[in-house]
């Protein structure tokens, strides 16, 4: 059982609790943290996406922010963050390197794997731009399948269109934009 603060419309905990399947199942309110990996170019800027393993409850083979989960019951956002980032990739973080970028919404219903999906969350997100070798990561194989670097601008643009390779999710990738000055 994975317990979860169940939050209100801002994302502040209300002091109780829910099991993750449950806020999935019933569509509760609970928090997340979203980390965005960049490097900078000369023209632009690069994401490291994560393509999510098969077996992943949602959106599986889609690829996705650089790092995100769950905020455990009683856990900070931050916290949650620099785990995940270690977790799912290796990056083993100060939480000095990760920069607060905003918050976001996340509301959907879908079907996966012949099973109804309720996701609500509110998203803290944060960005990572030190150096990323990305050949000497060390990926959670069951949660990621590959990661690779994708332009900004191209992601930003297919996602308007076409959800067929990315499941990164559009508000998200606009905070990012936001917090990197690019229009």
Known sequence: MELLDICN???IPTGETVDRDIA??????????????VRKRDDGYDI????????KESFPGLYDTSSAGHIPA??????????ELKEELG??????????AG?????YEKKFHGKEFR???VTSVYVYQEPVDIEKLTLQKSEV??????????????????RRRFCVPTDGLRILREYLGVS
């Not at 990056?91 to 607060?100: T, V």
């Open 119 to 121: 996701d609500n969350e």
């Open 9 to 11: 419309e801002q994302g």
């Open 103 to 107: 918050t976001f919404r996340i509301q």
């Open 145 to 162: 399948d590959e990661v690779r670097w994708f332009d900004l601008d191209e992601v930003w643009e297919e996602i308007k269109t076409d």
């Open 24 to 37: 999935h199942r019933d569509g509760i309110i609970h928090r997340t943290a979203h980390v965005w990996v």
């Open 91 to 100: 990056i083993d973080a100060d939480g000095l390197k990760l920069s607060f």
């Open 74 to 83: 009683g856990a900070e956002p931050l916290q949650s963050a620099l785990r």
């Open 48 to 55: 490291l996406l994560q393509k999510r393993s098969m077996e």
